[in-house]
Nanobody, 126 residues
Framework: QVQLVESGGGLVQAGGSLRLSCTVS????????MGWFRQAPGKEREFVSA????????YYADSVKGRFTISRDNNKNTVSLQMNSLKPEDTAVYYC???????????????????WGQGTQVTVSS
């Protein structure tokens, strides 16, 4: 059984930074592409960022490009999301997810992922 546990959420003022982490256990971490999604109250879940198995390719939503950076450490079974220049509209529950699919997978789609974490709240005050 694969488990994903997010951490690092919290309350921050606009313009501040947070670093989210997601630790994966139960299977070989390097076999999974990883993604971050978020869901704000009353809104649908949306793609934030993703990274391929070996970290060679990364993807970002236009709304976070240039502000967020995804990375992974296959030795520590961890994927991280560094979030800078946060805005109130970044407020949401952030979820990490693991995909078993290969390079052809569209990692911007939630359907590409088979395992999900429980989420961590990020609140950005204005």
């Amino acid at each position: 059984q694969v488990q994903l546990v997010e951490s690092g959420g919290g309350l921050v003022q606009a313009g501040g930074s947070l670093r989210l982490s997601c630790t994966v256990s139960g299977r070989t971490f390097s076999n999974y592409a990883m993604g971050w999604f978020r869901q704000a109250p009353g809104k649908e879940r949306e793609f934030v960022s993703a990274i391929r198995r070996n970290g060679g390719f990364t993807y970002y939503a236009d709304s976070v490009k240039g502000r967020f950076t995804i990375s992974r450490d296959n030795n520590k079974n961890t994927v991280s999301l560094q979030m800078n220049s946060l805005k109130p509209e970044d407020t949401a529950v952030y979820y990490c997810a693991a995909s078993e699919l290969g390079m052809a997978a569209n990692l911007r789609e939630g359907g590409a992922y088979v395992y999900w974490g429980q989420g961590t709240q990020v609140t950005v005050s204005s």
